[in-house]
């Protein structure tokens, strides 16, 4: 939208600038901020009479705004919000409940709009100081209408933050002027302490505060506490509230710049819909409580899988394992295993995933009734996530990888037992911190007795004069990635060993690699700075490779279509 009043359909009348908040939001304050213009008229809530006469609400000042104020809202419309002026601009604060189905479509089709939002949590405390609060007084749904509304005008307004005005006034009115389209005013930061000769009739009950100030004054350290009496109220407004709060400007003022969404690996993985409990969920809003027990001690046990051609991949042996893990840590009032099946069915066909796809599946031992260790506090039942995400291997299985040798020890049986396949990853992720510092793909893990046992994210194999040797599943996980593959070098005709292998047995190896769900079977290169072999992905890694891919290609559990 252009500056002018033509191409704002003004007529000949100032250019308007609706403000649309809900209550106790520095909606005053903002009011008399852009009244300091020497380019602004304002209106305060010019649609209150309409408002009070429609719905009948009562108010302490009712009937003296009803006799002083014009109550036909399209008459104001017309004739005051849209009427002559001698100022460039004319800014009308609005409050979102204000916004009646009476009213006239110019309302919306007019002008330029924004929305100020504040947190409930922030407004509650003193709310009730004059009305009783409801979600109808609120007017945070109003406000989400307004949003949607002008959105499918071709409109969508800015949206700023009442807490970004109170930490950065400067850089959040720079910003809104920005995208209003007209020049931001110094004096729009400072305003004289006092009532003004615009405010509206209820100004005495509303602006006590509001009168005492001369800017915008920084928020509370510490929040005021919470009146409890309103906690479903709270839950009912602040999705709401949430959902535009998404569509603030991102950058708020030098002193705490907002960090830019980081690119994904996958684009496409920005709008999925995931599975947490018994619902699908947008990505945003799939989160667990902080009382589930993933939370509080990484009590969970998980799966990977991948998809291909409409099948999932060993399906039934993830689920066997998954429900082997559940078993030895107790779990209760675990998920049915058809149950289970259905819920990855249906996030597959929600998301559209029939190939090259891979699902997170994790089943934690469920929320708990207050934070704490034991598990008798977890009386809910377990919690189920599917995690689909479009995700090709996640190694370069065409060139190979780099590993170096770890100095953090995989677990023991004496501690924690790798054939459980817990959430509990501490040990894995230092090792893959040391990866990452030897800019390195992966660390390989040693036992205690520093013999190989695995990566800290695959089990590995390696070749040596055509014998295939893989480390005991003592330590390591006894991966099923890996025992398809140990099943297909036999069905290749090599001799497999499993055994213990040492470090320098690796540095020697003729090929290595690894394998594992997320990145099937890639080829490894170099292990702390040594090549394997030649370099190059070796004769016995491309064939097992191969048959791999003929066998994903054929087996697999196929996903249910919808007729």
Request: hydrophobic residues 40%; proline residues 7%.
């Amino acid at each position: 939208m252009g500056s002018s009043s033509a191409a704002e359909g003004e007529g000949q009348g100032p250019v308007v600038i609706h403000a649309w908040s809900a209550p106790r939001s520095l909606s005053t304050s903002l009011m008399y901020s852009f009244a300091q213009r020497d380019d602004m008229e304002v209106l305060d809530e010019p649609l209150y009479a309409n408002f009070l006469r429609v719905t009948g609400v009562d108010r302490p000042y009712r009937e003296e705004l009803l006799s002083k104020m014009d109550p036909d809202g399209n008459k104001v419309v017309k004739e005051v919000i849209f009427g002559p002026g001698e100022k460039t601009y004319r800014y009308c604060k609005h409050i979102s409940k204000q916004c009646l189905p009476n009213l006239s479509s110019d309302l919306m089709k007019k002008g330029k709009h924004f929305i100020l939002i504040r947190n409930p949590l922030n407004i509650l405390p003193s709310f009730d100081k004059v009305v009783p609060p409801s979600f109808m007084e609120l007017g945070v749904g109003e406000l989400v209408s307004i949003y949607s509304e002008l959105c499918g005008l071709g409109k969508p307004p800015p949206v700023i933050d009442a807490d970004d005005l109170q930490h950065e006034p400067e850089a959040v009115l720079r910003g809104l002027c920005e995208d209003l389209g007209i020049p931001f005013q110094p004096q729009m930061l400072k305003w004289e302490a006092g009532p003004k000769e615009f405010d509206g009739i209820w100004a005495p009950w509303w602006y006590g505060s509001v009168h005492k100030s001369i800017g915008f004054s920084k928020s509370r350290q510490y929040p005021l506490t919470f009146p409890f009496a309103f906690y479903d109220l709270l839950e009912q407004s602040l999705p709401f509230y949430n959902m535009l709060k998404r569509q603030v400007r991102k950058t708020i003022g030098s002193q705490q710049p907002a960090l830019p969404d980081p690119p994904l690996p996958v684009p496409a993985n920005k709008k999925i819909l995931v599975w947490v409990g018994d619902e699908l969920l947008p990505r945003d809003s799939a989160k667990v409580s902080v009382f589930d027990s993933v939370v509080q001690g990484g009590d969970a046990v998980w799966e990977g899988l991948r998809i291909y051609d409409g099948k999932v991949f060993k399906l039934d042996e993830h689920l066997d394992r998954l429900f082997d893990s559940a078993k030895a840590m107790a779990f209760t009032n675990v998920p049915t295993r058809d149950w289970i099946k259905d819920a990855i069915f249906k996030t597959l066909i929600a998301n559209g995933m029939f190939d090259n796809a891979h699902i997170r599946l994790t089943l934690t031992r469920g929320k708990k009734v207050t934070s704490g260790m034991s598990p008798a506090f977890n009386l809910y039942g377990c919690a189920l996530i599917v995690l689909a995400e479009w995700k090709p291997p996640v190694y370069d299985n065409s060139h190979g990888i780099k590993l170096v040798t770890a100095t953090t020890r995989r677990n023991s049986p004496n501690s924690i037992d790798s054939k459980i396949h817990h959430n509990n990853l501490i040990n894995n992720i230092l090792a893959k911190i040391e990866g990452n510092l030897s800019q390195a793909e992966d660390a390989i893990m040693l036992d205690k007795d520093g013999f190989v046992s695995e990566t800290n994210a695959t089990n590995i194999f390696m070749v040596k004069k055509g014998t295939v040797l893989t480390p005991h599943a003592d330590y390591c996980l006894p991966g099923i990635t890996r025992a398809t593959v140990m099943d297909l070098v036999v069905k290749e005709n090599f001799v497999l060993h499993e055994r213990r292998i040492s470090l320098s047995e690796f540095h020697a190896a003729d090929e290595v690699w690894t394998t594992g769900t997320m990145g099937e079977i890639t080829p490894v290169v170099m292990i702390d700075g040594r090549e394997i072999g030649d370099g190059k992905i070796g004769p016995v890694t491309r064939q097992i490779q191969k048959a791999y891919k003929v066998l994903t290609a054929g087996q697999g559990v196929p996903i249910p279509r919808s007729a």
